[in-house]
């Protein structure tokens, strides 16, 4: 169904998925206690884990391991709100299921997004899983009624935000030690 932002705000509440656009591509969002139900709505397999969206660098607390590395700080405050996934070591309390391998157990990938909506959503509920809203393997549709006919009754809502073709993001590791590691080129150039 096609919806609005107080819908997707309630379904997300509810434990439900919604489907949302981003600074990139439309994505699929879940609470964090609901991040599992993402890989069965995308049909996709486990062993890759989900990003976490969210508000403001405030939410990074309780997620990432502090300190953060001056390289991630220096990451973050050029390209934030924006396009750039940054993998950290977990928070050791974060026990959040996000998929992935033993190692994705230890790390989560995090992004503060330039869209508007993503960041209130997050303000009002929590960090959120988000994904990009296609099935596996197929491409993530451009607009809400493709990502709606994709994905059909898996979501409870898709909030039309018009047409989202941007890049996927940039996705990147910093270690402890402050090392950057390029997992996935995207929007952006690091």
């Not at 890759?48 to 990451?75: E, M, N, T, W, Y």
């Not at 509920?125 to 993530?140: D, E």
Request: charged share 20%.
């Amino acid at each position: 169904m096609i919806g609005t932002y107080d819908d997707a705000l309630a379904a997300l509440r509810a434990g439900h998925v919604v489907a949302i656009p981003t600074d990139t591509v439309y994505g699929v969002a879940a609470s964090l206690s609901a991040a599992p139900s993402l890989f069965a709505v995308k049909q996709r397999p486990r062993d890759v884990a989900l990003p976490v969206l969210i508000a403001d660098a405030s939410q990074l607390a309780g997620v990432v391991r502090a300190p953060l590395p001056s390289r991630a700080r220096d990451l973050i405050a050029e390209w934030w709100p924006g396009p750039l996934t940054v993998v950290l070591d977990r928070d050791p309390s974060f026990t959040v299921d996000l998929g992935g391998d033993a190692r994705s157990a230890r790390t989560v990938g995090v992004r503060l997004p330039a869209a508007d909506l993503v960041r209130t959503l997050c303000g009002a509920v929590g960090p959120l899983a988000v994904t990009s809203a296609n099935l596996h393997g197929r491409p993530t549709p451009p607009d809400a009624t493709g990502v709606e006919a994709q994905l059909g009754d898996a979501v409870a809502v898709v909030v039309d935000g018009g047409t989202c073709t941007g890049a996927p993001s940039t996705v990147v590791r910093v270690a402890s030690d402050g090392t950057v590691t390029v997992l996935r080129e995207g929007a952006i150039r690091v």
